[in-house]
Structure formats: structure tokens, C-alpha cells
């Protein structure tokens, strides 16, 4: 893999890149699935467009075709050439001359062809087409995915976050899941998340998940030390991103931060905050999860201030504000700062979930 991953990480630095084939299997793009019966009908009238149209053309140029039969050709003539000539029927010596044989012969004896053909090599173009197709929506992705977030994990952590971000109304094709585990990246395109296979410590991985042009990064690596090589590649990618990661302990925290990260979350200190919460007053964990959980009950949004509360103290709004975000620092409230809102300045409140 890591030989793999060089070699696509050499063409990557170059002006083309790795070119969209070599890429299927690594970069999986979800698709809607659709009854086979509606993919069947779908092919059944692409075929009947392709023969209208070369009957079409036949008998448009009619002046250059020569009718056994007679020397005119007809409409029905030219549905009958086209027939014999899309399915590959060709000519012996037994030909239909007859308009009601010809009928027959379009009606009845082509549509047995094409089941004929579409049972023989029907999985055998499945499978040619399937590596085409990948290879164009990947071409098509890599080209329009602005803006996005990439996951780094899809453990329990990282699934939790992606379900935070889904519950906030994040569309699932704006997040990429970046994991070495094949189990878990099947259940991630199962959900219709974009999936890349591979190490996150490794900055060709991170370019084939977009990190460049991404809005936000979430490390959720089960490690430590992981977790500060993914926030150190990721932050030499991308400079306006932002990253939040996760770690076991605090001591890692200042190392995440020299790395780039902007949000340092330590799971370990705060599920023991919550336990040792939950002894004493367990009704203060539940308002937390009930905040934490944005489908049902309250959650803690983020807005901007509107003209008419610029100047005015955000303790005498109608909504409960926590704090107040300015020039990207968070104040809380009752700070003599935040006393009187400023234009540009963003409010943490508590509202009722959707």
C-alpha cells in the first residue's frame, strides 16, 4: 500500500495528478441504488432511442439504399434496416419481404435477440462499465468538491461526530471518510458518505480526500500520536481549514495545538467529568447529552448578531446566550467585553432542536 501510495503521490505533485482510473478502489464515490427492473427498462429505452434514431438517418438518406423487394424504401423499410443492422443480425437467404414479416421481425424477433445478448454478456459489461463509471464520478467529484469536511476515523468517535454533523442538516455528500479499516469504510458508503482507503498520516491520502479545499477537518484517530501526524500533515495541506481533534490524554494537548489543531477535544478527561458528574447530580448529564444531541430537546447553535442587537448586552436577548464569538476568540458572557455587541460579532445560544 505505502508503495502504492507513493507512486500516485509522486504523479500527484506533478501538474495532471494521478490520473481518475488508478484511483477506484481508494476514492469511492456513493451511488443511489435503484431496482434492477428500473435499470432494465432504462437500458431497454436507450436501446429503442438508438434505433429510432439510425432509422432516422436511414431514411433521411433513403436515395442511397435498394430495396430487394421493390425499389423504394419506406418507413418501415428503414425500422427494418436499422433492426437488422443494431443487432447484428445481417442478411441471408431467407429475407422477410412482406410488411407483416418485417413487423414481426421488429416486434417480436429483436426483442428476443437483445434478451439473448443482454443474458451473455450482460455481467461481463457490468463489469467493464463499473470501473468507467467509478472512474468518471471520481473525475467529475475531484473536480466540483469545495468546502467539504473530512472525518479521519470511523470509529465510534468518528461516527458519533458524522451523526452530530447529519442531525445539523450537513448533506452526507459534503463529508469524506478517510480510514485504513474496510469493514468500516463499506458501513460509511452504506450511509452515502465519500470513503478513501488509506492512512491519513499520509499526505497523498489526505489530497485524494480533498483536505486542500476542504472547510474542516475532524481527527478521530484511536491514537495519540496518530492523531498529531494526521493534524500536522493536514495542516501543512491546507492553511484556512479548520481542525478538530480528539486525544485520550491531556498532556498531548499543547502537542496538537504546535500542530495546527484549532479544537482539541480530550474524550478520556471529559467522559470522567460526566461519571463523576453523574454521581452526585445525574439530571446535569442528562441536560448535557440532551444539548449534545441536536435531533430531539435543546442543542447549542451559533448565529450571527443582527443590526438590532448591535450595542445592546447579549443577557437582555430573548434566546439564552453562553457566549460570544469575536475576531475568532470565544468570550463568555458576563465578561465586561461583551457587555455591548458588535457588528460581525456570533452568539453560542441554546435553541430548541428541529
Not at 210 to 232: E, F, K, M, Y
Not at 297 to 320: C, M, Q, T, Y
Request: proline content about 4%; aromatic content about 4%; glycine content about 8%.
Amino acid at each position: 500500500m505505502s508503495l502504492r501510495f507513493a507512486d500516485l503521490g509522486s504523479r500527484a505533485r506533478g501538474a495532471a495528478g494521478p490520473p481518475d482510473f488508478a484511483l477506484v478502489g481508494l476514492l469511492r464515490i456513493p451511488e443511489v441504488q435503484n431496482s434492477p427492473w428500473i435499470s432494465l427498462f432504462r437500458r431497454v429505452l436507450f436501446a429503442i432511442g438508438l434505433l429510432c434514431a439510425a432509422s432516422i438517418v436511414v431514411y433521411l438518406g433513403r436515395d442511397g439504399y435498394r430495396d430487394g423487394a421493390d425499389d423504394s424504401v419506406t418507413l418501415l423499410d428503414a425500422f427494418y434496416y436499422a433492426t437488422v443492422s443494431l443487432s447484428t443480425t445481417g442478411y441471408g437467404d431467407i429475407t422477410p419481404v412482406t410488411p407483416s414479416a418485417r413487423l414481426v421481425n421488429i416486434f417480436v424477433i429483436t426483442p428476443l435477440r437483445v434478451l439473448f445478448l443482454i443474458v451473455l454478456v450482460g455481467t461481463t459489461l457490468a463489469v467493464l462499465t463499473e470501473r468507467s463509471r467509478q472512474a468518471l464520478k471520481i473525475q467529475r467529484w475531484r473536480r466540483t468538491v469545495r468546502n467539504h469536511t473530512v472525518v479521519v476515523g470511523y470509529g465510534t468517535k468518528g461516527r458519533t461526530a458524522i451523526d452530530a454533523m447529519l442531525g445539523d442538516g450537513v448533506q452526507p455528500a459534503d463529508i469524506v471518510v478517510v480510514d485504513m479499516d474496510a469493514v468500516s469504510l463499506e458501513a460509511a458508503s452504506t450511509a452515502g458518505l465519500v470513503t478513501v482507503h488509506g492512512s491519513a498520516t499520509q499526505s497523498d491520502v489526505l489530497r485524494l480526500a480533498g483536505v486542500q479545499n476542504a472547510s474542516s477537518v475532524i481527527v478521530a484517530t484511536n491514537r495519540d500520536d496518530t492523531a498529531v501526524l494526521v493534524t500536522l500533515t493536514a495542516r501543512e495541506l491546507t492553511k484556512k481549514a479548520k481542525i478538530v481533534a480528539s486525544i485520550r490524554e491531556s498532556e498531548n494537548t499543547h502537542l496538537l495545538r504546535q500542530s495546527g489543531a484549532d479544537s482539541v477535544v480530550v474524550s478520556s478527561e471529559t467522559t470522567g467529568r460526566l461519571l463523576g458528574i453523574a454521581t452526585t447530580t445525574p439530571s446535569v448529564v442528562e441536560m448535557m447529552e440532551d444539548l449534545l444531541t441536536p435531533e430531539h430537546g435543546f442543542a447549542v447553535a451559533e448565529r450571527d448578531v443582527e443590526p438590532g442587537e448591535v450595542g445592546g448586552s447579549p443577557r437582555h436577548l430573548s434566546d439564552i446566550v453562553l457566549g460570544v464569538v469575536r475576531a475568532g476568540e470565544l468570550v463568555r458572557v458576563g465578561e465586561p467585553a461583551v457587555d455591548a455587541l458588535e457588528s460581525g460579532d456570533k452568539l453560542l445560544y441554546i435553541r430548541r432542536a428541529r
